[in-house]
T-cell receptor, first 115, second 109 residues
């Protein structure tokens, strides 16, 4: 079934740890995105990718990094987690295009808490 | 730069009352506007897009370029409409979305 998967769904970790948030999609989409969302707040784009070996930073500066080695996989890594990284992280994907083809599909999110 | 503003963080109405969630944007070109919705414990999903001129679950939204607004309306709110609603804009780059801060709609019985 075509879907977007994010693991883990919840993560509580100590300061200084390296973490990787996984995002995979079986939608066959080329474009993928990472958003950061604080509770009740707007979504901020932190990374996006147009395809394999393509990664760009989004509007919100982030200390995280991403990679896109496979079309279906877009992991996000924090080398050294800090309490300021506590947030919800949403992964999304879309087909290239505008108009009626312009729709982003979202994963269930990873809620990260850094102690 | 593109920006989306949703002035109300919380909107509370009674069942059967009309609903209007406000959205204003700033963008120098011709934008594509969207409303996304997130129901409790569910994923963020597209509700409707202005280009399709559609009505979804009784909701409609009209793009007013003069007032740079894209307000979401429903004549009679239902309890199941309670959710977080986000207005979003896609500009010249296509696909890239700028989201507003969101409005939580609570429909009371």
């Amino acid at each position: 079934e075509a879907d977007i998967y994010q693991t883990p769904r919840y993560l509580v970790i100590g300061t200084g740890k390296k973490i990787t948030l996984e995002c995979s999609q079986t939608m066959g989409h080329d474009k993928m995105y990472w958003y950061q969302q604080d509770p009740g707040m707007e979504l901020h784009l932190i990374h996006y990718s147009y395809g394999v070996n393509s990664t760009e930073k989004g509007d919100l500066s982030s200390e995280s990094t991403v990679s896109r080695i496979r079309t279906e996989h877009f992991p996000l890594t924090l080398e050294s987690a800090r309490p300021s990284h506590t947030s919800q992280y949403l992964c999304a994907s879309s087909v290239p295009g505008s108009g009626v083809y312009n729709e982003q599909f979202f994963g269930p999110g990873t809620r990260l808490t850094v102690l | 730069a593109q920006r989306v503003t949703q002035p109300e963080k919380l909107l509370s109405v009674f069942k059967g009352a009309p609903v209007e969630l406000k959205c204003n944007y700033s963008y120098s070109g011709s934008p594509e506007l969207f409303w996304y919705v997130q129901y409790s414990r569910q994923r963020l999903q597209l509700l409707l897009r202005h280009i399709s001129r559609e009505s979804i679950k009784g909701f409609t939204a009209d793009l007013n370029k003069g007032e740079t607004s894209f307000h979401l309306k429903k004549p009679f709110a239902q309890e199941e409409d309670s959710a977080m609603y986000y207005c979003a804009l896609s500009g010249i780059t296509g696909n890239m979305l700028t989201f507003g801060g969101g409005t939580r709609l609570m429909v009371k019985p």
